[in-house]
């Protein structure tokens, strides 16, 4: 038997959940299904990450991570309060340690207030100090609008408020193949068939592959990458007020390793970034064979790997090594020491990649007929996440009302 709805949206993450959300603001009524393979919602990439409420920073001026990270954290706040989630803005100190690193310092401040990011300030030394007494450098930017949450949690509230107005939750229910027909799509999970007239395909670390149950050819291929935390002992947390944050390089899409208090008053220190052995291998060194092997055998990742192999060998040396994460994290804070580094949790990173091995620097959408592929949704995605479900809300409306994008 099948079932029929207007929507389906695969993947329980915080894309999928406030796209849904986001179709039953703007149709009241309208029937979807949201199907999670896992059991419970929220267990990849949105109930694994530093709960960061970005601020648009560092995103290239005109993209759509710029444009849809300052007005969804505005977004987001106001959702939290509203539903009474526990929601900080701490801001945060970005911190460069070099000369070279100031004109770059510079470039992110300048970034900053062309996306629209309110009252950033610049910091000598002592500026940095009055922020963070254990940070040290030689300039600094100040960003208060910055802030953290719990994404886990905001999914969780989200998935709530659909089953309330109607939507189907289906969890633990992986789907396998995605037939499209004319006037929709049909989509199997196991022994259950699901029409729809539109399908949003929200599946993060897994978004190519069920891409390409679908008949598409997809842009990009997924190459996961694994960020690695450590907590700081209760004797060290209090070298860190909020967040602490480094310069990044320039050549890479993350981050850098980064301090941060979360929303429990714990101190995190990273992620690292290193290529992970599977699709959702958290931890250890024993290999998902068959995910890897398709990594390796991806053009788009051997070119990557030529051109990173020496940085990549050294973030995959300070995986390994305590005492060389404690000499990265004492970049920006110097008293830490590398018995205050205790392990904690780690994330996979969706990263898209292109053939030619360039990655997808801004969030990557395609569409065909029925179908909408969210194929890169990389942080900020969690901050963005309410009004990139609109946008997404917005091209299922189109497909629904026989238009086209
Ligand atoms: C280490 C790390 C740190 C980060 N820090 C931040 C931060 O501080 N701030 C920020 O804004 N962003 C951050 N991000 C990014 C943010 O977490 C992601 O952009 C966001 O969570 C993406 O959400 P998603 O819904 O697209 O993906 P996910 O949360 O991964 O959800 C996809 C879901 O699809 C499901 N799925 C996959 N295949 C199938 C299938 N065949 N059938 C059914 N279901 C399927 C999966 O089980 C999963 O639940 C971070 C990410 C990581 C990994």
């Given at each position: 038997?099948?079932?029929?709805f207007?929507?389906v949206?695969?993947g329980?993450?915080i894309?999928?959940l ?14 979807i299904?949201?199907?999670e393979k ?21 995103y290239?001026p005109g993209s759509?991570?710029a444009?849809?990270?300052v ?7 106001a ?6 989630l ?8 970005v911190v460069?340690?070099?000369?070279a690193e100031?004109?770059?310092?510079e470039?992110?401040?300048e970034?900053?207030?062309?996306n ?15 922020h ?10 100040w960003?208060p609008?910055?802030g953290?949450?719990?994404f ?9 408020i ?6 189907s939750i ?19 999970a ?5 029409a729809?007239?539109?399908?949003v395909?929200a ?11 679908s008949g598409v050819d997809?842009?990009?291929r997924?190459v996961?990458f ?13 070298l860190v007020?909020g ?9 890479f899409?993350?981050?850098?390793v980064h301090?941060?208090r979360r ?7 990273g992620?690292n970034?290193v ?15 068959a ?12 070119r990557?790997?030529a051109?990173h192999?020496?940085?990549g060998?050294?973030e995959m040396?300070r ?6 994460y404690a ?13 205050d580094?205790?392990?904690?949790g780690?994330?996979?990173?969706a990263?898209?990649v ?6 997808a ?12 592929h969210?194929l ?22 189109l497909?629904?009302d026989g238009?086209?994008d």
């Open positions: 038997m099948t079932d029929r207007d929507v949206v695969v329980g993450g894309v999928g406030a796209t849904a959300r986001a179709l039953q603001i703007a149709r009241p009524g309208i029937a299904a949201l199907l896992e059991p419970a919602l929220a267990a990849h990439q949105t109930g694994r990450n530093s709960g960061v409420l970005h601020s648009g920073l560092y290239r759509l991570k444009r849809l990270c007005e969804g954290r505005r977004r987001m706040l959702f939290c309060e509203e539903e009474g526990p929601v900080r803005i701490s801001g945060k100190l460069a340690v070099s000369d100031i004109a770059r310092l470039g992110l401040c970034r900053g207030a062309a629209g990011v309110e009252g950033i300030g610049r910091l000598g030394p002592s500026g940095i100090a009055d963070e007494p254990h940070a040290a450098g030689v300039a600094g930017l960003v609008s910055t953290v949450v719990d886990g949690g905001v999914a969780r509230r989200l998935g709530q659909l089953a309330d107005r109607g939507a289906l969890t633990g229910c992986e789907v396998d193949r995605i037939e499209t027909r004319s006037g929709g799509v049909v989509v199997g196991g022994e259950r068939t699901i729809a007239r539109a399908l395909n599946a993060g670390l897994h978004a190519d592959r069920v891409a390409a149950m997809p842009p990009v997924i996961p694994r960020g690695e935390y450590h907590v700081l002992s209760a004797q060290a947390a209090g007020g967040l602490i944050y480094p310069v990044p390089d320039p050549r899409p993350f981050l850098g301090f941060t929303i429990d008053g714990s101190v995190e220190v992620p970034a290529l992970a052995l599977g699709r959702e291998h958290y931890r250890g060194t024993r290999a998902d064979w995910g890897l092997t398709e990594v390796l055998g991806y053009r788009g990742f051997r990557l790997a051109r192999a020496v940085p060998l050294g040396l995986s390994r090594s305590r005492a060389l000499r990265e994290a004492r970049r920006l804070v110097p008293a830490i020491r590398s018995g580094l205790d392990r904690g780690s994330g996979i990173r990263q898209a292109f053939p030619n091995g360039q990655l620097d801004d969030f990557v959408i395609a569409g065909e007929g029925p179908l909408i969210v890169s949704a990389p942080s900020p995605a969690a901050t963005a996440a309410l009004v990139i479900g609109e946008h997404l809300a917005g091209l299922v409306i497909r629904l238009g086209s």
